[in-house]
């Protein structure tokens, strides 16, 4: 595809030379290289299986095992991680878009720490049925959200972007801490799942996780993919958006929620999984997608090509152990953060 | 009546006890270069702050173009009223077109496509600031200067019937500067309405048909150049010894700052 065609912006023949944000060579590289990976995903594991009979046991087809092992057991597992990428550097996008700050991501904003205190407080509670867990999430989540945005308001004196991200490390600080003292008087086996789940792992994945996360990415994702021309105002600063048009105060906590739930669907179904909020938006305007609406479809490809490969990892580094996802993506996340930084600097 | 018409504006920060803005009444009128004039401090980007409504009124009344500004959509007034402010940061670093085009922002919807009329709008903006050799470069990698004209080109592809623009030349070396200046008073030869915050002084007494000159929150003085460059009020509101000359090519009052005596000598 040519460079011209390749971009959405005016096309005009009167100022040729003009750069524009080209996204669609990445978004088809990410495209072909997440279905390899989800490829992989399904073949590679304890018990590995051949291409061909990969793609013969998604249509149900051969050796009653191999579907068993493709349909049941991976399936969701590959499905669950890349929604999850797909929803975290969503969120992070947004959230990067409307804080002015490429560094900002949901786990840095205490918004999974929130959902996480959620998730745990409805376990320890006996709630352990996923849809209330997610619930909890959520609920965790917006108490998050409204608790690091009154804290910025009231130190700031107005809404302060970069006081926002001061108030959300604090509150993710917190909530660590009372996960910690939740967790503190828990029996040995449960606090081994509990701990598993707070590094981020998707190797219990069922159909019915798939389902919900795939619900919420496509609501909540969807409605930052329509906020994101507002997005790309905001992220200019609030008196130039404010010019623009927008309702700098309105549509920057709409979409700090809708952020903070998409954030906080993810941690219901597989934990803490840090740095892939941060990581992928940036690397999705490295590659030329600037704008937001295409920053986020290229985001969401390569958010989740990044975990099913994480997943990949988790699962075969050591096996017959299995890596936390978490971790995992904190050993690609924190390099580039800290290249980031300097680049910044 | 057309234009912006500022009645008794009050502003008042919630940390400070003097107000921001005490009492400041002017117009600013379609086919007229209004300069908002006056020290540090002494409220001029407050202005452009409460005229983009991120500071409530205290007391007093905005409106554009007979319309109460509280009373207007927030896109219908980028409609009616393009601001370039004072401060921006390209902190997430657009290509330059695609950053003009956001200019178009107020007119499209969520999912609308680029419309002929915003991309001749783009060209027209970018043409009229004088940005033509800055499209070949993101946002990031403009100079200060190229970066103000970005800026213009952007409020401009907004097509308002009025233009407010903050310290616009303040990072512009003499030519762009004049430059800009030319640009503006085009804009209100053309029946715009074009209202100014600037510290060019002598620059803004060529150009500008009607002064409103602040000092702490208040209007000290307003009307023609000759009105306002007078060296006894100037003195008085900048706090600094100076003569008011003539500028030789156009007739129009020109301020000199003088040094000041030293009182000991080495």
Aim: net charge positive.
């Amino acid at each position: 595809m040519s460079k011209r065609a390749g971009n959405s912006v005016g096309v005009n023949a009167s100022q040729k030379g003009a750069v524009r944000s080209s996204h669609w060579k990445p978004l088809v590289l990410g495209v072909v290289a997440l279905c390899v990976l989800c490829v992989l995903g399904l073949a590679i594991g304890a018990i590995s299986i051949p291409i061909a009979d990969v793609l013969r046991a998604v249509s149900g087809n051969g050796d009653a095992g191999t579907v068993a092992i493709v349909r049941e057991l991976r399936g969701p597992r590959v499905l669950l991680a890349a929604l999850i990428g797909a929803g975290l550097s969503v969120s992070g996008g947004a959230l990067q878009g409307t804080l002015r700050n490429p560094l900002a991501e949901p786990f840095l904003l205490g918004v999974s720490g929130g959902a996480a205190v959620g998730a745990v407080a409805a376990m320890v509670f006996g709630a352990t049925h996923p849809l209330a867990v997610t619930l909890a999430a959520f609920a965790g989540a917006a108490v998050a959200t409204i608790t690091v945005s009154l804290v910025a308001r009231v130190v700031a004196g107005r809404t302060d972007a970069r006081m926002l991200l001061m108030a959300g490390v604090v509150v993710g600080a917190f909530a660590n801490a009372v996960i910690m003292v939740a967790l503190a008087g828990a029996p040995a086996a449960e606090l081994r799942g509990a701990l598993w789940w707070m590094m981020g792992s998707v190797s219990d994945a069922t159909w019915g996780d798939v389902g919900r996360l795939a619900v919420a990415v496509l609501v909540f994702g969807g409605a930052l993919m329509w906020l994101a021309r507002e997005l790309d105002v905001l992220a200019l600063g609030e008196e130039p958006a404010a010019a623009l048009g927008a309702n700098v105060d309105r549509t920057s906590r709409q979409i700090f929620l809708l952020a903070s739930f998409l954030a906080a669907a993810t941690v219901a179904a597989a934990g803490l999984v840090g740095f892939v909020g941060l990581v992928v938006p940036n690397i999705a305007r490295a590659l030329g997608a600037r704008r937001h609406r295409p920053m986020l479809v290229v985001s969401a490809v390569y958010g989740a090509a990044l975990l099913v490969f994480a997943d990949l990892v988790a699962r075969t580094a050591r096996t017959p152990q299995e890596l936390p996802l978490g971790a995992i993506t904190a050993l690609i996340g924190v390099p580039f953060f800290l290249a980031q930084l300097r680049r910044l600097h | 009546m057309n234009g912006i018409t500022f009645r008794d504006v009050t502003v008042r920060y919630p940390s400070r006890p003097i107000a921001a803005l005490d009492g400041v009444s002017f117009d600013a009128l379609p086919g007229h270069l209004t300069a908002v004039v006056g020290p540090n401090g002494s409220g001029k980007s407050t202005l452009v702050r409460a005229l983009l409504r991120r500071i409530p009124l205290e007391r007093g009344n905005i409106a554009v173009n007979s319309a109460t500004l509280g009373n207007m959509q927030a896109r219908e007034f980028a409609r009616t009223v393009a601001v370039v402010p004072q401060r921006e940061e390209p902190v997430l670093p657009l290509p330059v077109r695609e950053f003009v085009t956001l200019g178009r922002h107020p007119h499209r919807g969520a999912l609308s496509a680029l419309s002929a009329a915003d991309i001749s709008a783009v060209d027209q903006a970018i043409h009229l600031a004088g940005a033509e050799d800055t499209l070949a470069r993101s946002t990031d990698q403009l100079s200060g200067g190229e970066w103000q004209r970005v800026r213009i080109a952007r409020a401009l592809a907004q097509q308002t019937s009025i233009i407010v623009l903050d310290e616009p030349t303040a990072f512009l070396d003499v030519a762009h500067e004049m430059a800009v200046f030319e640009l503006l008073d085009s804009l209100a030869r053309d029946g715009r309405t074009v209202l100014l915050i600037s510290h060019q002084l002598n620059l803004v007494a060529r150009f500008a048909s009607h002064i409103v000159l602040l000092n702490e929150g208040k209007v000290a003085a307003r009307g023609t150049s000759d009105d306002v460059m007078q060296g006894a009020i100037l003195e008085r509101v900048y706090k600094w010894p100076l003569v008011i000359t003539r500028d030789p090519a156009v007739g129009a009052p020109s301020l000199l700052p003088l040094r000041k005596q030293r009182s000991t000598r080495l």
